[in-house]
């Protein structure tokens, strides 16, 4: 094989991966499209970026990526792998995981503290759910200055399954039957009321 053969061959194995700076990224059509800074003199337009099934993020400008050239073509390459320095989550121990954003929501899967979800400052929202099931063995708490509900509450919903709505027209409308005494006087007493459930 001649020199110059084996040169073009080592600089297409060279070129195979590369990496580079997003300036840019069309988040648009079926796959996203990036601009990137490779160094002083290169800058490379709809490069598509490569996520697995399931999972999408649109990677900040000054995100760092790694590239893969098909063939050692710089014409005919594609994102795998992104990361931002400055955004990145640090000091996470063995086998933990975290989803975050730019502006510091993250959903944080401990190793040994559960699983930890900060909205920074931002509303959490659940939408187009049939039952929201919560099964805790201990209990569930809610530290909030309000809690609202726009329909009924249903306590002990397994067993009597009445709401509380149900339960204030009960209590609304009992009586107690009082036979012949003066009510507020000392020691009045009353008999049970009407309604006992």
């Known amino acids: 094989m001649s020199k110059?053969?084996?040169d073009r061959a080592a600089r297409r194995i060279l070129n195979i991966?590369?990496?580079a700076r997003v300036n840019l990224v069309k988040d648009s059509g079926p796959v996203q499209m990036?601009?990137?800074?490779?160094?002083?003199?290169?800058?490379?337009?709809?490069?598509p970026i490569v996520?697995?099934?399931g999972f999408s993020s649109n990677p900040p400008a000054g995100s760092d990526v790694a590239m893969v050239f098909v063939g050692g073509d710089r014409s005919n390459g594609v994102i795998v792998a992104s990361n931002h320095q400055k955004y990145r989550v640090r000091n996470l121990a063995p086998g933990e995981s975290v989803i975050y954003t730019q502006d510091g929501k993250q959903i944080y899967l401990t190793a040994s503290g559960g699983i930890k979800i900060a909205a920074?400052?931002?509303?959490?929202?659940?939408?187009?759910?049939?039952?929201?099931t919560i099964n805790a063995s201990t209990?569930?708490?809610m530290v909030t200055p309000r809690l609202e509900c726009t329909?009924?509450?249903?306590?002990?919903?397994?067993?009597?399954g009445r709401s509380m709505a149900a339960d204030?027209?009960?209590?609304d409308g009992h009586t107690h039957a009082v036979p012949n005494v003066q009510l507020g006087g000392p020691g009045t007493n009353t008999n049970a009321p009407n309604q006992t459930e």
């Open 120 to 132: 920074n400052g931002q509303p959490v929202e659940v939408d187009n759910a049939t039952t929201v």
């Open 4 to 6: 110059s053969f084996m």
């Open 151 to 160: 329909g009924d509450i249903v306590d002990n919903c397994d067993t009597t």
């Open 17 to 19: 991966i590369g990496r």
């Open 139 to 141: 209990k569930v708490r």
């Open 51 to 53: 996520h697995d099934f």
């Open 34 to 47: 990036a601009q990137l800074t490779v160094n002083d003199l290169e800058t490379i337009d709809n490069i």
């Open 168 to 171: 204030r027209v009960i209590y």
